[in-house]
């Protein structure tokens, strides 16, 4: 028999250095895997699976969490799932019963507790009775099933303050992905009282993602399979699933749902561009949580760049692991009593790009078309062209123009290693 397999599944490393710890007053000594990235751990599943016990930590203590539990329960019943919280989960008994937890402990636990609960879910994941396959003959066997679509990339933009531009930089790096890739990619809007994107793409969608939340069928597969169908198609090729039409509409939509939605859209998209409000609250979390990368955006004066810092320091205090964290300054001027030396001296991971105060976004927007579609000539287009460009498949990038770093105007700060 192989040795058991656990997966420590939380932000921080306290809990995964515990069990790692106590590994040899395991009996047997289980092979011990920790994920600090949530949003990652359906291909981990996948690549290093099976695993038998599941400890979830406090950061899945929130109802978008409970919901990412309950689907891995649905997709893995063999597995064992423990519950390690500081805390009541804020889900319901019912996400609760649904995350299929079979212990529940609270945060700090003694290392005696902790064995005993790891003990008893190791036994009853392996005492499960297996399913045996039929071998068929070789003349019998069917062929090879293809190979399941990997899921699309989740690109995430963030702020602390209104008016950083996060709707243009997200239609930009969605139509940037298109262009440049001539795969599939969706904006999702998650400014769910006051998106903008399908006014800034000048788009009348049919429906909204409350439409899609309403489905009859609350099949995950069926919502996965019919996504799409509530997306309305921009003319450069990138899809949109707009915002709710309402306020009231807004307040109907959960961190779970938020989670359902990014998981169905990587079912069918390359790329997921999600664009926030410029706020820290559960529904942003849950997008966070599925992020490949993370964009957070603060504009040239004080307020600003004082709100990026504390976006960060709570970024940081959450657990929220900063190394796919990408910095944009935008609308930069000079002679505005700040120069962007200044700013770039605060943060020491750099920005990914300083982006110039441009006329041509305005004339982009009015005409609904990315400012790189409308004017791919333009100087902020061929700086975030070169911000972007790390993002594409090593071929795709070497078909763009190498972009020569504006020295006078520091357009660049130092990317992070």
């Known amino acids: 028999m192989r040795n058991p397999k656990i997966l420590v599944l939380d ?51 929130t109802r978008s969490g409970l919901q990412r539990l309950g689907l891995i329960r649905e997709e893995l019943p063999g597995m064992s799932v423990v519950l390690a919280f500081s805390r009541r989960p804020d889900g319901s008994l019912r996400e609760i019963v649904r995350a299929g937890a079979i212990d529940l402990l609270q945060l700090p636990v003694d290392d005696k507790e902790l064995i005993e609960s790891i003990d008893r879910a190791v036994e009853l994941a392996q005492s499960a009775t297996p399913v045996v396959a039929e071998v068929p003959t070789p003349a019998a066997a069917a062929p090879a099933a293809p190979a399941a679509k990997p899921l699309g990339r989740v690109f995430t933009i963030s702020s602390a303050t209104g008016g950083c531009g996060k709707t243009f930089f997200a239609t930009n790096i969605a139509y940037f992905l298109v262009r440049h890739t001539g795969k599939r990619a969706c904006i999702l809007d998650l400014d769910l009282q006051f998106g903008e994107v399908v006014t800034a793409m000048r788009l009348r969608p049919k429906f909204t993602i409350f439409d899609a939340l309403q489905r009859e069928d609350t099949d995950e597969d069926d919502l996965r399979a019919h996504i799409e169908e509530y997306t309305v198609a921009h003319e450069t090729g990138v899809h949109v699933l707009a915002a709710p039409r309402e306020p009231s509409e807004a307040d109907r939509i959960s961190p779970p749902d938020i989670t359902r939605i990014i998981e169905a859209a990587r079912k069918q998209f390359d790329y997921i561009v999600v664009d926030t ?47 796919n964290v990408k910095l944009i300054l935008n609308k930069a001027e000079s002679d505005v009593g700040i120069d962007i030396e200044q700013v770039t001296k605060l943060f020491p991971q750099g920005f990914q790009a300083v982006l110039p105060y441009a006329k041509e976004v305005s004339r982009s927007i009015n005409l609904g078309m990315p400012v790189m579609a409308a004017s791919p000539q333009a100087e902020i287009s061929r700086l975030m062209a070169a911000g972007m460009r790390p993002l594409l498949p090593p071929e795709a990038q070497s078909k763009i123009e190498d972009v020569t770093t504006q020295k006078k105007r520091g357009l660049f700060g130092r990317k992070r290693s």
Do not use: W
């Not at 600090?36 to 751990?41: E, F, I, M, N, Y």
């Not at 004082?306 to 960060?312: E, Q």
């Open 11 to 61: 932000r921080g490393e306290e809990l995964v250095q515990q069990i790692q710890h106590l590994a040899d007053d395991l009996r047997p000594r289980p092979d011990i895997v920790g994920c600090t990235r949530l949003g990652s751990v359906g291909e981990l599943l996948e690549n290093e699976g099976p695993f038998d016990v599941l400890v979830a930590g406090p950061s899945l203590g």
């Open 277 to 323: 409000p410029p706020q820290l609250n559960e529904s942003v979390l849950a997008a966070f949580d599925l992020s490949d990368m993370l964009y957070v955006m603060a504009t040239l004066d004080l307020p600003s760049v004082r709100n990026m810092s504390v976006f960060l320091s709570t970024l940081d205090r959450l657990k929220i692991s900063t190394e």
